[in-house]
């Protein structure tokens, strides 16, 4: 993982520090956040983030995990977007946001952003999502960053011990350039 530091409107996205754990944990240990993700752990402790943050430490220098904190004078931890390979040949856009972070064009404004490092600074050509059926917020983000759908898919869930239907998102390059012009 390379070092980073970027400043959008209103949010700073920077590498995870060990110094996160507790924040992340506040806000990672909520149902409605796992239960939308594949592999969020619920309940989610402090432990859980340790592991996670030693884990974001072995990650290959094109795959980068972004925390997502407000720019106020505490630097207030948020959420966090991601963009990791998981053996798959083109990395996968992820994200979750704190609950009381949500419905303020937060995610939005921070997956324009890592999605352009992704194609700019990593020089990926082909970037992948998706999302559950019902998660329509999520959905919007990614068609506001100009990806397209591009079929269903099963998404193993950690929490529900199943498969569940989703939406497959894409985003290329040539479509990403398009769309900066
Ligand atoms: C999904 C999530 C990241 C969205 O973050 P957010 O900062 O609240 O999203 P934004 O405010 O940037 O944008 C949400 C968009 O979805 C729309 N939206 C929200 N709820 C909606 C709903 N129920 N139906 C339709 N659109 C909805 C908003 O109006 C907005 O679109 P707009 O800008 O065109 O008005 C956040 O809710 C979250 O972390 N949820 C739990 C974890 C999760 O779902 N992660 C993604 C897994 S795929």
Redesign the pocket.
């Known amino acids: 993982m390379t070092d980073f530091l970027i400043t959008t409107e209103r949010l700073i996205l920077r590498p995870v520090a060990a110094g996160d754990a507790e924040a992340i944990a506040a806000l990672a240990d909520n149902y409605?956040?796992a239960v939308?993700?594949a592999r969020l752990p619920f309940p989610y402790k402090v432990e859980h983030a340790r592991q996670f943050i030693d884990w974001v430490a072995t990650q290959p220098a094109d795959e980068t995990v972004f925390v997502l904190c407000l720019r106020n004078e505490a630097q207030t931890f948020i959420?966090v977007c991601a963009y990791e390979r998981r053996g798959e040949k083109d990395p996968e856009l992820?994200?979750?946001?704190?609950?009381p972070?949500?419905?303020?064009?937060?995610?939005?404004?921070a997956?324009k952003a890592v999605v352009d490092h992704a194609f700019k600074s990593a020089r990926h050509e082909r970037l992948i999502?998706?999302?559950?059926l019902q998660?329509?917020?999520?959905?919007?983000?990614l068609e506001?960053a100009g990806f397209e759908h591009s079929g269903p898919y099963e998404i193993d869930s950690l929490i529900l011990k199943a498969k569940v239907p989703g939406h497959r998102f894409v985003l290329t390059r040539e479509r990403w350039e398009s769309a900066a012009r």
């Open positions: 409605k956040v939308m993700l959420g992820g994200y979750w946001l704190g609950e972070y949500w419905g303020k064009g937060y995610m939005s404004e997956v999502s998706g999302c559950r998660n329509l917020a999520s959905r919007r983000v506001k």
